[in-house]
């Protein structure tokens, strides 16, 4: 690689340091070590590459519809087989969005057997405090964006079609479908929240859909689903796929003990 991707973070004699700074969560940073001695300049060595984990949040235990159950580890939710399906089951996260940039990604562990093309919505919610007292978690027959009780911005990943009960901009021309992607089980459904720019916008399998809404401007989002079918889905944590790699960084090492490789 040409010198020029890296930035240099250390020059020294010492074996071990502390590099105070705040990495960005999911992004992929590449580090590398060079020692140079009385006898000559060693070569680099093979880039190790450092990922900052997402402080990954959960399905929240009680904001969610009766029909849906959680896994232990509340990661995995589903339908309850017993329960009608007449009505939208909402489920949400366990943590709200204030600020900076988020990715999250929702695998479907089983898409059930309807055929029908509205059973399945990722996206958020606007999570005022107001909003938070309506919403009916429980017994709630909505899914996201479709009317004031789950007020909020949805893909339906099944359909290509968006849902937006809250003012921002609705990017596909009106009547035309936002993504004419064909999931089925085992895909995975990505959405970028990027409240600063006040834009949320979708993936399929790593593939950038572009830019569903913008002018979002909230205070607070809050992730979620939600389904009208007997399927099963799982919160993942990838390093986004829409980032480039971040500059990457240079351990130089002068120790005279230290041998030339």
């Known amino acids: 690689m040409d010198n020029e991707e890296y930035a240099t973070i250390y020059r020294g004699g010492e074996t071990k340091f502390t590099w105070k700074t705040e990495l960005k969560y999911v992004t992929v940073y590449k580090f590398?070590?060079?020692?140079?001695?009385?006898?000559g300049v060693g070569c680099w060595s093979t880039p190790v590459e450092v990922v900052k984990a997402h402080p990954a949040f959960r399905w929240h235990?009680?904001?969610?519809?009766?029909?849906?159950?959680?896994?232990?580890?509340?990661?995995?939710?589903?339908?309850?087989?017993?329960?009608?399906?007449?009505?939208?089951?909402?489920?949400?996260?366990d943590k709200q969005l204030e600020?900076?940039?988020?990715?999250?990604?929702?695998?479907?562990?089983?898409?059930?057997?309807?055929?029908?093309?509205?059973k399945l919505a990722v996206g958020a919610i606007d999570c005022t405090k107001e909003n938070l007292r309506r919403i009916d978690w429980q017994f709630?027959?909505?899914?996201?964006?479709?009317?004031?009780?789950?007020?909020?911005?949805?893909?339906?990943?099944?359909s290509g079609v968006l849902n937006c009960s809250v003012g921002a901009k609705c990017l596909p021309v009106e009547?035309?479908?936002?993504?004419?992607?064909h999931i089925q089980t085992g895909d995975r459904i990505g959405m970028l929240l990027d409240m600063p720019a006040g834009r949320i916008s979708f993936f399929c399998n790593g593939q950038d859909l572009g830019v569903a809404f913008e002018d979002v401007v909230v205070t607070s989002l809050l992730p979620a689903v939600s389904l009208r079918d007997k399927i099963e889905v799982k919160l993942c944590f990838p390093p986004p796929p829409y980032v480039k790699r971040a500059?990457?960084?240079?351990?130089?090492s002068g120790h005279p003990s230290i041998s030339t490789p």
């Open 32 to 39: 590398r070590v060079q020692v140079r001695t009385t006898e």
């Open 140 to 158: 709630g027959k909505e899914a996201i964006g479709a009317g004031v009780d789950m007020p909020g911005w949805a893909f339906h990943p099944i």
């Open 247 to 252: 500059p990457k960084f240079v351990i130089h």
């Open 61 to 93: 235990s009680q904001w969610r519809n009766l029909r849906i159950e959680l896994s232990q580890d509340r990661l995995s939710a589903w339908w309850a087989r017993s329960l009608s399906q007449k009505y939208w089951a909402t489920f949400a996260c």
């Open 175 to 181: 009547g035309k479908p936002y993504s004419d992607i």
């Open 99 to 118: 600020m900076g940039v988020h990715y999250m990604e929702v695998e479907i562990v089983d898409l059930g057997k309807s055929k029908s093309e509205k």
